[in-house]
């Protein structure tokens, strides 16, 4: 089993990011299910990382650092946050960025949200062309049915240039991505996904079809020390498009 997050104590003297501090403690998040282990689905299961203080993820804390170490690439400007996350909703404001946050179930969220963030989907926003530096979907995209139109909304919102940060939960192991059927319940989805309130299981190929889209990936590292620092998966990989 992948070792990541499985001390509840913060032994290692870890650190968050996002508020720079050192939890005492990490708060558990996800849940354990053996098609993750099965089909070795990295952005999964149960791990002790979320911020005792700010509430960040594991995966936050990736985004973040992604944008922190890389300030020259990612200008501050236009930035989209869909389905934001508090602790990074609050940091792009301290760092700089012109924020717009929208979810589409914003409405039902107003208790967790506040007023800032806009209601709308992805797949039908009218923000105009060329309007975003950059946009950030931090585990949404497997979500979302018929995603080819969230992707070529983000292609069509992105200026030229401007990069997405899509991180998804991937299978290291399935050749191809596996689209929930019409037929599945939360079970099936479940057992086959690794999560009931998934439509995909990304495959290995997920990023070679986006980029079929007029997008390029683009290559970001973030060292073994640095994720141990910050208690981020050892290795999910930051994945970040830019459109050509
Ligand atoms: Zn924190």
Redesign the pocket.
Known sequence: MNPHGLRFWNTQKQV?N??E?R?WFWIPRGHQNPVIEEKGIIGAGKRYVD?L????SDRDRLVFEAFKQNEAVFTKGNLLHVAPEK?LWRRWFSNGWNRIGVDARAAGYRWSYGTDILSGDLRYLDFSDGYFDAIVANHVLEHIEQVELALQQIYRMLKKGGIACLQVPFSSILEESIEAEADWDKKKREAVLGQRDHVRLYGKNFLQEWEKMGFESVSINVTPEVRSHYRMHPTEPVIILRKK
């Open positions: 968050c996002i508020c501090r939890p911020c203080f700010c509430g960040s602790p």
